[in-house]
């Protein structure tokens, strides 16, 4: 026979020593249960050893001595609804707890989640409470989704925990800091050693809160919520049963009542509303110093449309004034037809170098055109009339000319035309052209109108302007010679 060594014989002394306490005291380590009641009814029933984690509240801990937290709720239920006592082996630690189990020192855990590894020597009742897990961080620290935003933070969980399992089978990649229990996790993240924490909600808020750990805040879920069961050692599994029945007759107002009793959670907040209030400010400001911005614009182009309509209005009125200006320069006031401004500068002034026989200046006859005794029509009919007269000797001279050709009054009642492509010949039938047709014109008063022409054809490389004089010499020899004719030169 193995020979115990001395710690499994300290142990084993120590825990028939407190089975021993805790008979004669309590019939569970519940509070919520009358001592003469555990010490009458224990003769007949099943008296179970059990374990607990001697700091996990509110799940549970052991206070001066006796099992208290949501656990021991529980446990003093089950005592009601099956024929169990539940006797505490207290121990310092959780991880001590979890070696009398494997030890069967003690035969039961009331409150731990399942996992592979404890599968090897726990068997486990049904699911009977739930909680979810959070990450805790220092508040300075973001908000985190979840585990796949912790990065290279350094993740602190307490060592025995299923979250080890979890992230190390999950997660392997994360880098993790073991710690003793879940306060000792939490003040290390206080402290700076360790940059989030993860952990049962309950337990970490009521840390939190006892401790006034006030830098810290929850910072996101922290893996799959906690599906908490009593874990009975494989020799006492045909207790489960037994123990599933009793946790199926607690009543829903029994598990809120717990969940009430422990649950004193209270959100913390980690909203800095000083700052949140700076910067609603300063985007309202900034938003109303845009509308203010939006509404000088809008108002300012408005301004510059009406500006821009008046400046093209404006533009307009200038363009008619330069295009009438430009007409008056180059015409007649009288009769509308080219002024002798225009002809000097289209003809004579363009042409003082003697002209170069060019498709374009090939064969241009000039025409001198003057009405005959015009001094007596104005003499006798009024000079109103004469000016009527001018009008429509115009009317008629231009009529009669081709479009390219060009008629310009040269002065008086003296007139010019430049046909361009025409020689003397056609120039003489335009000017017989131009008397028949004064002939059967209908002048003012019926007066009677005739003209004298002269016609030259601008010679090779000469000069228009001695084309013009040898013109205006043959309509001198025409006035001479009776006028209402033409002569050529
Ligand atoms: N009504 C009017 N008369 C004008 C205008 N310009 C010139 N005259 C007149 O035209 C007349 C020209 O007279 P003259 O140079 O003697 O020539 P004419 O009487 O036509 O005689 P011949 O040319 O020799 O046949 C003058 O009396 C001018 O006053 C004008 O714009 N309007």
Redo the contacts with the bound molecule.
Sequence with gaps: MRRLSWLEFSSVLLVTLLIFINLINTKHASASVPESQSFTNSKNRNIIRYCVDPDWLPYEAIIDGRHTGISSDYLALLTDYTDFTFVLVPTSSWRQSLELLKKGACELTPILNQTPKRDAYLSFSDIFFKSPNVLVSLKSQPFLQGFENIGDRLLAIPKDYRLVEYIQRFYPTINTILTDNERQGLERVANGEADVFVGSMFSVNAYIQQHELTSLKIAGWGGPEDELRIGVTHAKQDLLPRINAGLAKISQAEHISIYKKWHNITVIEDIDYSLVIQVVTALGMFILFLLYRTMCVSKYNVHLEVNNKQLQKLQLELEEKNSDLDFLAQHDP?TKLYNRQYFNQTFLEDARQPQEKTPQNNNISLIIM???????I?DMHG?AI??KI?VQVAQVLQASVRELDVVARWG??EFVVVCQHVQLHDAAELCQRITDELTYFHFYNNINVTCSFGIALLGDNEPIQACFERADAALFKA?QSG?NQYCSA
Excluded: C, P, S, V
Excluded at 370 to 376: C, G, Q, R, S, V
């Design positions: 009288l003057d009405i005959d005794f015009f001094k007596a104005n000079h004469g000016d001018l008086g009642e006035k006028r």
